[in-house]
């Protein structure tokens, strides 16, 4: 027996040095990036000089920089407050029993994740000049949100999955309206799911550089899109700086989804106690 446990043990040291072997494998190449923001020289260089904060602070003072920065954040706060706006209405609407062609229209919903993001660009850019919406932040809003509504769908679909429908119909019989169910019943339960749809629907937009290139122009440059001109034109390491700072927001980003799923299931295990 004692010959099994130490077998046993030995696998499962074996998995954790295997999982971390290929941890380190995946995420070494993205932290590399970091010490370089940091270079006191303006070159890509190993063993670094010196330190300085220089990139930052061109970063910061940059022009060029703060307007792709703020054309980021408006885009993806208008883009993730359509999303989720559209993508609930519609997990609601998929949830409801009589609800006809339900797999037909997840998956229209869903496909522009399927679908390959450059056939999506040329498809919404042909769309986009003919009604005159390319060049603009508001065409770019459009566009991220039909990037970041499929998110917000399959996030509510799932927290949908285990809402007790049962409830809203007690309300119906309380006198409670359709709406005043949804938003004092529904909403409040499967408020994780909505808040995790809007964070993938904010990244998405915020990360996103393919539809920008083919949609926007240079008063429209987003942060993905300034970082695409920036490696073709002239390789800074204020890229590196700005590299790192979506680093640490993809990390909160990711924690904060994590908190949230962990939300969703204390409730879940209440609402079922």
Request: aromatic letters at 10%; hydrophobic letters at 55%.
């Amino acid at each position: 027996m004692n010959t099994t446990l130490s077998f046993n043990r030995l696998v499962s040291i074996g998995l954790w040095i295997a999982g971390g072997g290929t941890a380190l494998f995946l995420i070494a190449p993205i932290l590399a990036i970091v010490p370089l923001s940091f270079n006191a020289e303006p070159f890509f260089t190993y063993p670094m000089p010196g330190l300085s904060l220089r990139w930052y602070e061109e970063f910061l003072a940059s022009g060029v920089w703060r307007l792709a920065l703020a054309n980021s954040i408006i885009v993806a706060i208008f883009a993730t407050l359509l999303s989720t706006v559209l993508g609930t209405l519609a997990a609601i609407g998929l949830s409801q029993a009589d609800c006809p062609a339900r797999a037909t229209l997840t998956a229209i919903l869903i496909s522009p994740i399927i679908v390959p993001v450059v056939v999506a660009a040329v498809g919404i850019y042909y769309v986009f000049a003919a009604v005159g919406l390319l060049n603009s932040l508001t065409g770019l809003v459009l566009a991220h949100t039909v990037l970041g509504a499929p998110f917000v769908v399959v996030t509510v679909t799932a927290a949908l999955s285990g809402f007790d429908h049962n409830l809203m119909r007690a309300a119906s019989s309380l006198g409670a309206t359709p709406v005043e169910a949804v938003f004092r019943i529904m909403l409040p339960l499967i408020a994780p799911g909505v808040a995790s749809g809007a964070l993938f629907a904010f990244v998405t937009s915020f990360d996103e550089v393919v539809v920008a290139l083919f949609i926007s122009g240079s008063e429209q440059r987003t942060l993905p899109r300034q970082m695409w001109s920036g490696v073709r034109e002239t390789l800074s390491p204020t890229i590196a700086a700005v590299a790192t700072l979506l680093i640490i927001f993809s990390t909160l980003f990711l924690a904060t989804v994590q908190w949230l799923q962990k939300r969703a299931e204390q409730q879940k295990m209440r609402s079922e106690g």
